[in-house]
């Protein structure tokens, strides 16, 4: 599975995208917040308030409960502000 990164997610993870073979517990967008958080440093602090990231799975967005079986691509995105 496809996992990408933008704005500043994408700056404290440290890429922009990777490829990601999903641990079998992980069912939910929030699963995976909470299994990326696991995967270090930058991982925890660009998850750190994982109910603001918003989450696209193959290019549609979703809410956090949205089960990720099947998805070839998930994007993160930090909250977004207007101008």
């Known amino acids: 599975m496809k996992l990408k ?3 500043w997610v994408r700056e404290r993870i440290g890429t922009d995208e990777e490829d ?3 641990p079998a517990g992980v069912v939910s967008v929030r ?3 909470d299994w990326l958080k696991e995967r270090g440093d930058g991982y ?6 994982p109910e603001a990231i918003r989450v696209a799975i193959d ?3 979703v809410d956090h409960s ?3 079986a099947g998805a070839t691509e998930i994007a993160l995105f930090p909250p977004m502000t207007g101008g």
Not at 44 to 49: D, F, G, Q, R, S
């Open 20 to 22: 990601l073979d999903l």
């Open 44 to 49: 925890e602090k660009a998850l750190l308030y």
């Open 31 to 33: 699963d995976l917040l």
């Open 5 to 7: 990164y933008f704005a």
């Open 66 to 68: 949205e089960p990720v």
């Open 59 to 61: 290019h549609e967005h």
